[in-house]
């Protein structure tokens, strides 16, 4: 059974900085790209940043290149993403899926970024 098993959300002040995680298991992790998603409130679920399944090229969304960084560790199946100089628009459930979905998703992370 596929599962993504996001964490490391939670409640930060603008400008602060978190670090998700995704534990992934029940297919070969190292065989796919990754990707983050997130879907704030009232908003369509988007697509944040990719890594390929080597990890030797990302891609992100507009809005937060420069300040989050997509990782992953083949060994332990799991991706990461480093989020730095949040800002409230970055306030969303965040969720990590394979390229393209084919298997359905996990219960996400909570990012809510608020003086």
């Known amino acids: 059974q596929v599962q993504f098993a996001e964490s490391g959300g939670g409640l930060v002040q603008p400008g602060g900085s978190l670090r998700l995680s995704c534990a992934t298991s029940g297919f070969t992790f190292r065989a796919y790209p990754m990707r983050w998603y997130r879907q704030g409130p009232g908003k369509e679920r988007e697509m944040v940043a990719h890594i390929s399944f080597v990890g030797n090229r990302t891609i992100y969304t507009d809005s937060v290149k420069g300040r989050f960084t997509i990782s992953r560790d083949n060994a332990k199946n799991t991706v990461y993403l480093q989020m730095n100089s949040l800002k409230p628009d970055d306030t969303a459930v965040y969720y990590c899926?394979?390229?393209?979905?084919?298997w359905g998703w996990g219960q996400g992370t909570q990012v809510t970024v608020s003086s």
């Open positions: 899926n394979v390229h393209p979905p084919k």
